[in-house]
């Protein structure tokens, strides 16, 4: 148990469906990221937000939406997804984004499909 | 480009000593991390490295070379439980974590 939970943990869907990802942390972080993990390749970082703010957006496509309504809570929105977007989609949460030593904690991450 | 290079997969005997090496070339360093992942779960961290030098943590240590740019992950008497894909990931100079693609690791009996 990390003190990050996300829901939900499997999720299949057409390409024309729209769906959300959630994430929560539990640790009084400030900052929260979304990665996306494909299979024998490095983490890619998707967005990141401190303090409620958007600070990355990695030329994330737009059918990726995220929201950040407080520091404890992170979405991921989906709409008309391809199926190279099939991954595992991780949140982590770190107590902010800057610094040398930033340890991330991850949640157990979403298995998404698309068909 | 940034880089993070590390074995995409080892195997190794249970009670025996496995070392994963990783090295990297990024833009600045400011550390070095390792974590551990089992399947389907999230990664947890495993240690830190910013110095030159062995960090022991039981079972597990981790080396750094920053002049190579060079580190390496030794995990000692081997359990079934090690199984598991081990992470290695750079801060850079932005503060920004470059990560590997990870490396399985098999334990046989």
């Known amino acids: 148990e990390t003190g990050v939970t996300q829901t939900p943990r499997h999720l299949v869907m057409g390409m024309t469906n729209k769906k959300s990802l959630k994430c929560e942390q539990h640790?009084?972080?400030?900052?929260m990221y979304w990665y996306k993990q494909s299979a024998k390749k490095p983490l890619e970082l998707m967005f990141v937000?401190?303090?409620?703010?958007?600070?990355e957006n990695n030329s994330v496509p737009s059918r990726f939406s995220p929201e950040c309504p407080n520091s404890s809570h992170l979405f991921l929105h989906l709409h008309t997804l391809q199926p190279e977007d099939s991954a595992l989609y991780l949140c982590a949460s770190s107590q902010e984004t800057s610094g040398a030593y930033n340890e991330q904690f991850f949640g157990p991450g979403t298995r998404l499909t698309v068909l | 480009g940034q880089n993070i290079d590390q074995p995409t997969e080892m195997t190794a005997t249970e009670g025996a000593i496995v070392q994963i090496n990783c090295t990297y070339q990024?833009?600045?360093?400011?550390?070095l991390f390792w974590y551990q992942q089992h399947a389907g779960e999230a990664p947890t961290f495993l240690s830190y490295n910013v110095l030159d030098g062995l960090e022991e943590k039981g079972r597990f240590s981790s080396f750094l070379s920053r002049s190579k740019g060079y580190s390496y992950l030794l995990l000692k008497e081997l359990q079934m439980k090690d199984s598991a894909s081990y992470l290695c990931a750079v801060t850079d100079s932005n503060y920004q974590l470059i990560w590997g693609a990870g490396t399985k690791l098999i334990i046989k009996p």
């Open positions: 640790l009084g972080h400030n900052a």
């Open positions: 937000y401190n303090f409620k703010e958007q600070t």
């Open positions: 990024t833009s600045g360093f400011n550390g």
